[in-house]
């Protein structure tokens, strides 16, 4: 669906105007989205989808997936959330899961960007040379 440069510029500033401190608030967003709904502009559903599309770009940004084979100690978490934090910001929220197909190492995934340094990848690599 092609969005209108009115829709996405009205979208944009909605979405500025829907962070407080550099952080989405929530609130505002709902605000935001029913005071639309109720005043209903034009393109009304183009901006809608433009700033939906805003937040859940924001909310993946700032959500980061750690996967271990084994579970990671409490050490290990804080020394790899700092360092995570120290790239990407405070604003992270971090989880962490195991997954034992990884054979060994980490996976990580902040947003779009992909770290991988685990076993199982370094195998396939490996396997893919020959």
Do not use: W
């Amino acid at each position: 669906m092609k969005i209108s440069k009115h829709a996405q510029r009205d979208a944009r500033q909605l979405f500025r105007s829907c962070l407080v401190g550099g952080l989405l608030d929530e609130s505002r967003v709902r605000q935001a989205v029913s005071l639309i709904v109720e005043k209903k502009p034009r393109g009304y559903v183009e901006i809608l989808s433009r700033l939906h599309r805003l937040v859940k770009l924001d909310l993946e940004q700032r959500a980061a997936r750690v996967e271990s084979a084994v579970t990671l100690s409490a050490d290990l978490q804080a020394q790899v959330a700092g360092q995570l934090k120290n790239i990407y910001g405070d604003r992270l929220n971090l989880a962490f899961e195991q997954n034992p197909s990884l054979l060994g190492g980490l996976r990580i995934q902040v947003g779009s960007d992909l770290y991988d340094g685990s076993v199982k990848t370094r195998l396939e690599k490996l396997q893919q040379s020959f």
